[in-house]
């Protein structure tokens, strides 16, 4: 027997209506935020990831699945979604279309991690990214799309921390702070922590070593380098967002594992799901296109990791809607009988009603057996009778009521129930 690699999981066909419930809410609020659907390839070149998501980050330097493929490229299958997403922006000329350019994609992503609760080795993300704006409305309608999409899961307890990480001039001053704040403790801290202070010391700040946090919780504070104007954005992201009725708690903790993050950055976290709590993350990320070599142009997204949303879901008691199950079964009791369930059933499938017959071969004791099985509404035997006076007895499953119903009239029947 082979079995499914580590950090990966089937969708069995019981489970698929919870994705498609979160993939239609999230093409819906996508619908009502007017923003539009990209695709990108699973894999991208290594070096996207590289100079995007930032050398210094675990996603970069752990996580990644990265192999030469057949002629020497150096590949990787996505680990996120807004790295390939920059470089299409760029690749086709979309800085010369309407902006800003408000996208959205669902997509698979990989990151070779520990399996855990709500930490796969393949995940899915629903994401949006807006190109082109600088403004603090798009911040807070990025964050207001993340919570509409929440709300209309009917996900509960989640809480949204917000934080500014400023800008690169802030980041100056900041980065500065952080060294002469680590300087004397450096060698208590752990190697990748040492490294990444003179790399960059804004993400020692994620380092989960117990050593390493202890020391980190006494670090300045990014908010108190803010310069004037990224303080002045923070400010009127926190106002539209209160307009709206968001509700936030700000953390100067939150500072993200991605590199390319600038000014807002936020969290939608739950404590309803262990140690892997956050359920969509995201923020702005001002250099990433001239970082990728483009003109330089503002963006913000978010992503929420679908895996993540489902047990969140499931272990709080967010009730699924119904996954569809036919609304008719049709038994033939005879040969010519079965042949008539079976052009029957084409025709209501024709008009967009989900109806089943027997492919099995089964006597109509079994066929009703298994029309119950698959949770089938209405059932009917059609035998030479039936077939003779062009009327049916269609069973209501759940009551075992029954009523006369002209074979050319079931689609009828049916539409009203
Ligand atoms: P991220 O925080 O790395 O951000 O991932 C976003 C979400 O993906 C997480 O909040 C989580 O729900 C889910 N996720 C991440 N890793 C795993 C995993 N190993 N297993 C299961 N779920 C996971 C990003 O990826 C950014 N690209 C978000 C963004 C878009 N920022 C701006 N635009």
Redesign the pocket.
């Known amino acids: 027997m082979i079995n499914i690699p580590k950090g990966t999981k089937d969708v069995l066909p019981s489970q698929s209506h919870k994705w498609q419930f979160i993939e239609n809410t999230a093409r819906s609020v996508a619908k009502i935020f007017n923003l539009k659907e990209l695709r990108t390839p699973t894999f991208e070149h290594t070096e996207l990831f590289l100079r995007g998501v930032g050398e210094t980050t675990d996603?970069v330097n752990k996580e990644m699945y990265t192999f030469e493929d057949k002629g020497g490229r150096s590949i990787t299958l996505k680990p996120?979604?807004?790295a390939g997403a920059a470089r299409l922006f760029i690749e086709n000329g979309l800085y010369s279309g309407a902006l800003p350019l408000k996208t959205y994609y669902i997509t698979p992503?990989f990151?070779y991690?520990r399996p855990q609760a709500?930490?796969?080795?393949e995940?899915h993300?629903f994401?949006i990214?807006i190109f082109g704006s600088p403004a603090p409305e798009t911040d807070a309608e990025v964050i207001f799309a993340a919570s509409t999409f929440l709300n209309k899961l009917g996900v509960k307890n989640t809480e949204l921390r917000l934080n500014s990480i400023g800008c690169r001039d802030c980041r100056k001053a900041y980065n500065q702070a952080l060294r002469e704040y680590f300087k004397p403790n450096l060698d208590k801290m752990c190697a990748t922590c040492r490294t990444r202070f003179d790399k960059n010391p804004l993400r020692m700040l994620d380092c989960k070593e117990e050593n390493c946090k202890k020391i980190t919780s006494g670090a300045p504070k990014i908010l108190d380098y803010l310069c004037p104007d990224c303080a002045a954005h923070f400010e009127k992201v926190k106002t539209l967002l209160s307009a709206q009725g968001v509700r936030y708690t700000v953390d100067p903790e939150i500072v993200?594992?991605?590199d390319y993050y600038t000014k807002t950055v936020f969290?939608f976290v739950s404590t309803d799901i262990g140690a892997?709590g956050?359920?969509?993350?995201?923020?702005r990320?001002d250099n990433l296109l001239e970082e990728l070599g483009a003109a330089s142009l503002p963006a913000?997204?978010?992503?929420?990791?679908i895996?993540?949303l489902i047990l969140l879901m499931d272990n709080t008691g967010v009730q699924f809607p119904e996954p569809d199950r036919p609304k008719i079964y049709l038994a033939g009791m005879d040969e010519p009988s079965r042949e008539l369930a079976f052009k029957l059933c084409g025709g209501l499938r024709a008009h967009g009603i989900n109806a089943e017959c027997d492919l099995m071969g089964r006597s109509v004791k079994a066929q009703f057996k298994y029309a119950d099985k698959i949770g089938a509404r209405y059932a009917a035997a059609i035998g030479a009778n039936e077939a003779e006076s062009g009327v049916v007895n269609i069973k209501e499953m759940s009551t075992g009521e029954s009523s006369a119903v002209k074979i050319n009239e079931i689609y009828e029947y049916l539409i009203k129930r």
Do not use: H, K
Not at 118 to 121: E, K
């Open positions: 996603v996120e979604g807004t992503c990151r991690e709500g930490r796969l080795r995940f993300q994401g990214e993200r594992g991605l969290e892997q956050t359920v969509c993350g995201g923020g990320y913000i997204g978010f992503a929420a990791g895996e993540r």
